[in-house]
T-cell receptor, first 112, second 112 residues
Framework: GEDVEQSLFLSVREGDSSVINCTYT??????LYWYKQEPGAGLQLLTY?????DMKQDQRLTVLLNKKDKHLSLRIADTQTGDSAIYFC????????????FGSGTRLQVQP | DAGITQSPRHKVTETGTPVTLRCHQT?????MYWYRQDPGHGLRLIHY???????DKGEVSDGYSVSRSKTEDFLLTLESATSSQTSVYFC???????????FGPGTRLTVT
């Protein structure tokens, strides 16, 4: 079956690094995504990684993928108060399903 | 930002009434999706479309129908709204089945 799990809450201090974790169960996932949602807004695509990659870096964001453990993480360097939001990981499969399966989201709180 | 609009942005309706939500895109993307977002569940797929007049069900499709008569418009209809359909509804678009999805701003629906 398909399931994506995330911890519910993370609190960090401004300037520290944040690491948001995600586990998924379907080994046929092809792409894995990170989305950001600010209060009252839609989802904003942050970054994504293809399943044959181990790491992807994009400015302050680093995505790590451990296919053996089906574990995905998003590291935000030098976390700022503007990074406070809910972060969703999502997977898309190669089995014909044409939609994303989302985790329930991790609320990141950045304290000044 | 991808050209996606949703209307209405907020709606309050009574149980048993029909409701139609509209998603409009200006990107000419082939794929369009309707998700609902509820606390503790992340986003769940209701229906999606892979072309004009081509639609399929998602994981929570009961009580919902969709139509797509033009590339740019994807309508979600609640034939007889129930309180369990109180939620925030998001539309998304994508160029392909594995390309990133871009989300609209959402519609907050309350069924009393």
């Amino acid at each position: 079956g398909e399931d994506v799990e995330q911890s519910l809450f993370l609190s960090v201090r401004e300037g520290d690094s944040s690491v948001i974790n995600c586990t998924y169960t379907d080994s046929s996932s092809t792409y894995l995504y990170w989305y950001k949602q600010e209060p009252g807004a839609g989802l904003q695509l942050l970054t994504y990684i293809f399943s044959n990659m181990d790491m992807k870096q994009d400015q302050r964001l680093t995505v790590l993928l451990n296919k053996k453990d089906k574990h995905l993480s998003l590291r935000i360097a030098d976390t700022q108060t503007g990074d406070s939001a809910i972060y969703f990981c999502a997977e898309i499969l190669d089995t014909g399903r044409r939609a994303l399966t989302f985790g329930s989201g991790t609320r990141l709180q950045v304290q000044p | 930002d991808a050209g996606i609009t949703q209307s209405p942005r907020h709606k309050v309706t009574e149980t048993g009434t029909p409701v139609t939500l509209r998603c409009h895109q200006t990107e000419n993307h082939r794929y369009m999706y309707w998700y609902r977002q509820d606390p503790g569940h992340g986003l769940r797929l209701i229906h999606y479309s892979y072309g004009v007049k081509d639609t399929d069900k998602g994981e929570v499709s009961d009580g919902y129908s969709v139509s797509r008569s033009k590339t740019e418009d994807f309508l979600l209809t609640l034939e007889s709204a129930t309180s369990s359909q109180t939620s925030v509804y998001f539309c998304a678009i994508s160029e392909s089945t594995v390309a990133e999805q871009y989300f609209g701003p959402g519609t907050r629906l309350t069924v009393t």
